[in-house]
T-cell receptor
Framework: EAGVAQSPRYKIIEKRQSVAFWCNPISGHATLYWYQQILGQGPKLLIQ????????DSQLPKDRFSAERLKGVDSTLKIQPAKLEDSAVYLC???????????????FGPGTRLTVL | AQTVTQSQPEMSVQEAETVTLSCTYDTSESNYYLFWYKQPPSRQMILVIR??????QNATENRFSVNFQKAAKSFSLKISDSQLGDTAMYFCAFMIQSQGYGGSQGNLIFGKGTKLSVKP
């Protein structure tokens, strides 16, 4: 079974530029997550989708960050314009949606390391 | 709000020995999950072990075991017979358990991590 795919693996941009990251979840996984991991910290959830609907985007800086999952499969996270503090690893994860009471493991992709100069 | 604290930024252990990583958390929830994730230099987060808060028995996965103290809100990871491949960042994480449709899914709240080095 193929894992969560992300691209690019690395990206270097200058501040005020735009950047986009792509994620393809595990086949059949209805739930998709984007996490931001700043150096020296644990990942922090930015946004959670179930199919193509947003479940939680309370920690997404909506003035500069946007995300979409139009067909309920792959997803794109965009930053426009980027700031120095956006330098981080952006992790995508996916999980199944099963019957109530069961735990759904989140499977993570390899992440995209963004450097903003 | 839930918080997860890992007080050991770095630890080292000799190959084949045992090491324990500490984690404390704070929550007012009664039903939740606790996790230990491993993140090697490749950056991919890998689930090591999971503990349901309602279970009194400590979880075990091969060389990995936890000491879950619910009243103290403590959740430590013990790695026995340490191997060079165990070298990685280890993150403690928390998730609220949901009984609704779709099961438990959602925000994983992570600690800052402990960098473990296994020395030959």
């Amino acid at each position: 079974e193929a894992g969560v795919a992300q691209s690019p693996r690395y990206k270097i941009i200058e501040k005020r530029q735009s950047v986009a990251f792509w994620c393809n979840p595990i086949s059949g996984h209805a739930t998709l997550y984007w996490y931001q991991q700043i150096l020296g910290q644990g990942p922090k959830l930015l946004i959670q989708f179930q199919n193509n609907g947003v479940v939680d985007d309370s920690q997404l800086p909506k003035d500069r960050f946007s995300a979409e999952r139009l067909k309920g499969v792959d997803s794109t996270l965009k930053i426009q314009p980027a700031k120095l503090e956006d330098s981080a690893v952006y992790l995508c994860a996916s999980s199944l949606v099963r019957t109530s009471g069961l735990y759904n493991e989140q499977f993570f992709g390899p992440g995209t390391r963004l450097t903003v100069l | 709000a839930q918080t997860v604290t890992q007080s050991q930024p770095e630890m080292s252990v000799q190959e084949a020995e045992t090491v324990t990583l500490s984690c404390t958390y704070d929550t007012s929830e009664s039903n939740y999950y606790l996790f230990w994730y491993k993140q090697p230099p490749s950056r991919q987060m890998i689930l090591v072990i999971r503990q349901e808060a309602y279970k009194q028995q400590n979880a075990t996965e091969n060389r990995f075991s936890v000491n879950f103290q619910k009243a103290a809100k403590s959740f430590s990871l013990k790695i026995s017979d340490s191997q060079l491949g165990d070298t990685a960042m280890y993150f403690c994480a928390f998730m609220i358990q949901s009984q609704g449709y779709g099961g438990s899914q959602g925000n994983l709240i992570f600690g800052k991590g402990t960098k473990l080095s296994v020395k030959p």
